[in-house]
């Protein structure tokens, strides 16, 4: 083994037993890993040099469980039996984004989980995606657990919608509206990516473990945590921050006032990824975060479909959103004559051109000119000497289909 391949391998193990020696995204670990390297970073805590009080009796407790670098090892072992990887900085599919993280700060952030908010060191990966392919087109749909029918039905629908059109759909795999994406995307055929608060190994909630059998043969199960680690509370927070800024851009399809989602959101946001927000019932209790989000955070943008996430994370000036319409109309195009004489034929019965002149206030000649362009549009008819409105086409249809001519008379 060469020189180089040495320093890998002593690098790839170094951040694994960091991952496990100290929760990820902590600042201070971070920073040390790029100033000295991840095997002089994990010499220098073990050694007792840890920077802060806080920080040195998290690892000396965790040391007490067993020696980092043996415990790295086994996880490589494990990993490497489950058929899943070790992605670091140095391969070539990490997602580069996530070092955007960098520059990650929340106003009024006092919990561990809003400060220690730094770039991973690694990443599991189950899946036969390269991470940074999956991740180069990629929209992140999260939400609520206990998502209403029309959550999980905008939540499968952007879902579908997304894969259909080759972007990744990625969400945290859990119940609700995260499910329901990832199934969208599963039953477009697409990629989705699903990150996890726990080890790939381990499907939580475990109701979802089929759903992640699939997701694991078509997409990526995605970790910072090592197989076997357990599904704990402020994880879902930590790994939030990488649904965040791994992905294009985050849409909030339905959250309560105290949505872990909206957390996600706010990191997106905060690194200027584009956050988008999908509107419900303001009757909805599943509906007041997504709405306060919007209400507080100018960045935020409402969309109602694929066709608006795209606009926001699709390539400028190719990407655009049809503007919303309702079905045209052949009186659409009338100009100001033509629609006042339009307007002066009466609901029922016909009317002559001089009494639609006079009625309108334009002379005789403008009127004849307008009832027979209105006439060529199929708005007007000719009866009785005068002009009447054409019936609906419903009403011409059913009186064409009645005609002795179709030969049923």
């Known amino acids: 083994m060469s020189g180089d391949d040495t320093a890998r391998v002593e690098d790839r193990l170094a951040r694994v037993a960091l991952t496990w020696l100290t929760e990820p995204g902590t600042w201070s670990v971070h920073r040390l890993v790029e100033r000295l390297g991840a095997p002089a970073a994990l010499a220098l805590l073990c050694d007792g040099g840890a920077p802060g009080e806080k920080l040195r009796a998290t690892v000396a407790a965790r040391l007490t469980a067993g020696d980092p670098l043996a415990v790295a090892a086994r996880a490589l072992d494990r990993t490497d039996r489950l058929g899943a990887r070790i992605v670091t900085p140095d391969d070539a599919e990490w997602p580069v984004r996530v070092d955007d993280l960098r520059r990650l700060a929340l106003s009024g952030a006092s919990r561990r989980v809003d400060t220690e908010t730094a770039p991973p060191l690694c990443f599991w990966v189950r899946g036969a995606w390269p991470l940074a392919e999956a991740m180069e087109r990629s929209v992140a749909v999260v939400g609520a657990r206990a998502a209403t029918s029309y959550g999980l039905h905008v939540a499968t629908e952007l879902g579908y919608g997304l894969a259909e059109r080759e972007w990744t759909v990625v969400s945290g795999g859990a119940f609700g509206i995260d499910a329901a994406a990832h199934r969208g995307a599963l ?32 997409g990526l199960l995605v970790s910072e945590w090592m197989p076997g680690a357990d599904p704990l509370r402020p994880r879902f927070l930590i790994r939030n921050r990488v649904i965040a800024a791994a992905t294009g851009g985050s849409v909030l399809v339905e959250a309560s006032a105290r949505s872990g989602a909206t957390q996600t959101m706010r990191r997106a946001l905060a690194i200027n990824r584009p956050g988008m927000v999908v509107p419900g019932p303001v009757t909805s209790a599943m509906s007041v975060g997504a709405h306060e989000l919007l209400r507080e955070q100018p960045a935020a943008r409402l969309v109602t479909g694929v066709a608006h996430v795209l606009e926001e994370v699709g390539r400028i000036g190719a990407d655009l959103a049809p503007p919303a319409r309702g079905p045209r109309r052949p009186a659409d195009e009338l100009d100001d004559e033509a629609t006042v004489v339009l307007e002066s034929l009466p609901r029922r019965g016909a009317r002559d051109p001089d009494a639609v002149a006079a009625r309108a206030g334009i002379s005789v000649r403008v009127a004849l000119r307008k009832l027979s362009l209105l006439e060529e549009l199929g708005l007007v008819v000719r009866r009785d000497g005068g002009y009447a409105l054409a019936p609906p086409p419903d009403r011409r249809a059913a009186a064409a289909g009645s005609s002795p001519a179709d030969g049923t008379g």
């Open 187 to 218: 039953n477009a055929g697409g990629v989705t990516v699903a990150v996890l608060a726990c080890g790939v190994d381990r499907p939580y909630p475990v109701g979802n473990t089929a759903l992640f059998d699939r997701i694991a043969e078509t």
